[in-house]
Each structure stands twice: as C-alpha cells, then as structure tokens.
C-alpha cells in the first residue's frame, strides 16, 4: 500500500477498516477482562482472523499485565564482552565521579551507579525487562495457558543516541510495551552497550567511535533475542513465567533503539554488516576490531538455529540503517531512486528465498527530522567520515591488535561518501520494489521523536493528548499492524505483500466530524518531504496504483 503523508496534516493508514478511527484514550485499561480467552490461533496456516480489534486492549485490567527482569550475558567474569566508557563523552549522568575515571575504559567496572548511588556493574547493562499477561503459572485461575498458546513477543531497543548512560526503562519504552502486552504479545525492552564519542573539530562529520557503537548493539540485540529463546525451550521456560509463540517474534526500537532494531532485520550475513563500515585497506574490519555478528558473549550462544529466529516484522521509530552508498543511483535532489537501486543492497544471495527475508517494516517519522533525516536527500543522508585522526580511527576495547581507520573523506567542497544513512522512508520504499507488506506514518512537524506534543503528535488532538497517549496511538498501530504479519501467513511462511490488505485510508487532523471523512485510495507524493516547499492538494492527487 502507498505511503501517505501531508505536510499540514497527519495522515493515517492501515489496511483493515476497523483500524481507520482513533482510540478513546481516555478509557484505557478501564474494565477488567479474563485472560483466558484466546488470542492468536497457535495453528499459524488458518484463515485471517479479525474478530481481535487491537485498537482496545484485550487485557483492561493493568494488573494482568506483569513485568519481570533478567540478564543475558554468559558470564560475571570480565573479559567475555568489552564495553567501552569515554570519559569525554558530553555527559555522564550515571557516573558518580567522572574525574575519577580513566581517560577511556574497556572493562568491566563498577564505575556505573544506577538509582540513589546503588552500583551496577557493567556487564549488567545485558538485561532485558518483560510486559506480559499473567500466566497460569502465577494465577492458576485467571492467567493466560501458555503451555497451550504461546503468545508472539516483541524485542524493543530504547533510544538514548548510543550514549553513556540511557535509561532502558523510559517513560516511552515502558508505555509501549504495557500497551502491547495488553494487546496479547509479550513486550520485551533490551538493554545494550553504549558509548561513542563524536567530532568536536568538525560537528557534521560522523566520528569512527559514532560508527562502531551501533555495532555493538546489534551484537547484543541478536545475542538477548538468541538467550530468550534459549530460556524459552528450557525446563520452566529458564525462569520466564511467559512462553513465546517462536515463530511470531517481532523487532522495534525508539531513535539508537529503532537503528539496531533495524540491523537485527535487515543485515542478515556479516558480509552485508561489513559493508556499512567503510574503512581504509589497512584497516581491521569491523569483525576484527568488535567479534563477529553473532558474538559468543551471552547466555544464548551463536550457531544454534534454534536460537535465533525469522522475525516477523519491525516497528521503526525515528531510526535507520546505513547501507554503502553504491546502492544509492543519484547525487541530485530529489533522488529519483525511491528504493529502485537501493533495494538491491537487500535482494536474496545463493540459498536465500526472496520472499522469506527483509521483513514488514511499519514506520514513525518526522520530516524534520536532523539526526535521522527523512527526505532521500544525499545533502542530509550521506555519512562523511572525520576527517582528524583522533575521531576517524580508534583502536581501545578490541578484540584484536591494530587500528580501525575510516576511508579519507577528502578535503572538500565535493567529499568522498562511502555511505549513507536510509531513513524510514528509504525503506518504505525498497519494501515497496520488494513486494512486501509496510506502512509509513509521517508527522510533518515533527523533529526526532517526541519533544512538544503540540507539534509532534501524528495528528492526535494536541490540545488534550500527552506524550503517554502519543506513545500509545504508535503500539496500537503497531499491534495491528504485526497482528496482519500473523493471520496472513501462508503454508509456504512468505511474508504478506505489499499492498495485501487493500484499500489504504487516511485521516488528517482536520477530520473533527463522526464519522471522521476517510478518502479511500488516495496518496500525495508531494509531501514526502522531496521537496521540502511542496504542498499537498488532496482533490488533485492520483489514485493509488
């Protein structure tokens, strides 16, 4: 289905027509229900089932919704997974005494303290937090049989920019998973390991250490979903009171969250994560300096399929991923492109099948986005590498000798790029020459994330919505959105197609009426930020294709 946007108003689509009006957030979790009833059909190959409308929970009652804690690594001892600590990052608001730190640090330390100066240990930041519906386990006769219905389970990354410090447990993070558990699916927020520094001599530039901390949190995105797996086919399910449907297991995150996210679905081999890290002949490859993709450093080790699974679909929130920019066809704005060349970074190689990779992909975006930028603009989404020594190479916290060494981005005015950063819309649109099934939500007032709910809202009534409902309206698109991934899943396990739900609604902030005026099959090209003056005249656009 087309991607809908407006640069005045919010417009909202979805694929079936129980999903084409707004919550009443008011009253949400306001009666309580049983948790015995089913939710998702075990049986994956039977027909689509609508009668769930996710738009309202299916658990009212937030005391059904239970949260529990554990860690992921393979080990207390130092030396199984080296974080790096940057005393001079800009800010180190967890750190009790930064003068006391050394210049940098790779081991595992007691240097954090977490809460009112409790200490944490480093190696505790691999934990992750669970939302999920009571289980029989806990309450025999209210919980949810999970023995008998596995639920599907999403794995959410926070944001925080890969900077020291960010709580994993945010007021949005914890909003989104409650209200997906309350939507029948285990909510999962993972902790990973932070740290960069960037360029302070030329701000613009993307610092090697910027670079490497994505890495290093996709290798302990891929080795916490590896080790909730592992738990999940143990005796007593390795201590989680919940059980996963294995084969209905999603992917999200929030900005830095949403980028690993994004790794996790779509870098499938280490051939095409190595790529995104372009660096001089010399040079240690990404694999050499931080360990492989699939690192053996937690609980759920590396080279048992079953531990890792297809995922099923990704809930994107002002994140991205980086591809080389070989992939990208033009120099000029507005690019041409819209995932026609691009696409090909993506397309299956030997033993793969095209249409069991690349995942569904439901986006959340703001035009004016600067740190993840929207418009497939080469001005604002090519990477250009430092160009000073001390921010294009480093060599602390490796797991061998030498040094990593970004390729020279010349001296100007026209650089050397060698990659580039897609942004939501990128992949919307090499989804689209892909065939799969993906949506995109744009708020045209919007910056990175949620700052003012006056302007960043998606088109929720500014005047009485909090960033809590804000929050909310996401995790129910996004329920709905991976509940189509379930039911429309064939024999064969291929992804839904682009455009298989039907007809694409949208509704504008200006719809105040009951019923709200959806226009069917409607799309403006012209506000996808390409270019930024254009507007939208809704009685002139084309149908959709």
Request: net charge negative; proline share 7%.
């Amino acid at each position: 289905m087309p991607m809908l946007t407006t640069r005045k108003n919010f417009l909202q689509q979805t694929g079936f027509t129980i999903a084409g009006s707004l919550l009443p957030f008011s009253k949400l979790f306001s009666n309580a229900a049983t948790l015995s009833e089913n939710i998702f059909a075990v049986d994956l190959q039977t027909p689509i089932d609508y009668t769930k409308d996710l738009r309202n929970p299916l658990f009212t009652n937030p005391a059904y919704i239970k949260e529990a804690g554990f860690q992921y690594h393979k080990g207390t001892y130092a030396g199984i997974a080296k974080d790096v600590l940057y005393k001079e990052e800009e800010s180190l608001p967890c750190i009790e005494d930064v003068a006391a730190l050394p210049l940098k640090s790779c081991d595992v330390t007691n240097h954090h303290f977490y809460g009112n100066g409790n200490p944490d240990n480093d190696i505790s930041i691999l934990r992750y937090y669970a939302f999920y519906p009571t289980s029989t386990y806990e309450d025999s006769l209210n919980g949810h049989e999970y023995d008998a219905m596995p639920l599907p389970c999403v794995a959410i990354y926070h944001p925080g920019g890969f900077q020291e410090c960010p709580d994993y447990l945010q007021p949005g993070i914890i909003t989104m998973c409650q209200q997906l558990a309350a939507r029948g699916f285990i909510a999962i927020t993972i902790d990973y390991r932070a740290g960069r520094i960037k360029d302070d001599i030329l701000t613009d530039r993307a610092s090697a250490q910027q670079q490497l901390a994505p890495y290093r949190g996709i290798q302990d995105g891929r080795g916490a979903i590896r080790t909730i797996f592992k738990r999940n086919a143990e005796t007593n399910r390795g201590g989680h009171n919940f059980r996963i449907n294995t084969n209905q297991f999603f992917v999200g995150g929030q900005s830095a969250g949403a980028v690993v996210a994004m790794g996790i679905a779509y870098y499938r081999t280490q051939a095409m994560i190595n790529q995104a890290f372009a660096v001089i002949n010399t040079s240690l490859t990404v694999e050499d300096a931080l360990g492989p993709m699939d690192a053996d450093y937690y609980y759920g080790e590396p080279g048992n399929p079953a531990y890792f699974p297809r995922i099923r679909g990704v809930v994107n929130c002002w994140g991205g991923i980086t591809i080389p920019k070989t992939f990208d066809s033009s120099s000029t704005y507005p690019n041409p492109d819209l995932g026609k060349v691009e696409k090909d970074f993506f397309l299956a190689t030997s033993g793969e099948t095209a249409n069991k990779i690349n995942p569904p992909m439901i986006g959340f975006a703001g035009t004016l986005d600067e740190t993840i930028p929207f418009p497939d603009d080469p001005s604002l989404q090519d990477i250009i590498n430092s160009k000073n020594s001390k921010f294009r190479g480093e060599n602390l916290c490796f797991n061998e000798p030498g040094d990593f060494i970004l390729k020279n981005p010349g001296n100007g005015p026209v650089f050397n790029v060698f990659v580039k950063q897609c942004s939501a819309l990128n992949i919307y649109y090499v989804l689209k020459e892909l065939g799969r099934f993906t949506e995109c939500y744009v708020d045209c007032n919007m910056g990175h994330g949620i700052k003012n709910v006056a302007t960043d809202n998606f088109g929720l009534d500014a005047n009485g919505s909090t960033k809590d409902d804000v929050f909310t309206y996401i995790a129910i698109r996004t329920a709905v959105f991976f509940q189509s991934c379930i039911v429309d899943r064939p024999v064969n396990g291929a992804y839904p197609t682009f455009n298989y739900r039907g007809k694409s609604l949208f509704r504008s902030t200006l719809d105040k009426t009951e019923p709200p005026f959806i226009t069917n099959q409607r799309k403006c090209d012209e506000c996808d930020g390409v270019p930024a003056t254009d507007v939208c005249n809704f009685a002139e656009d084309p149908e959709c294709d």
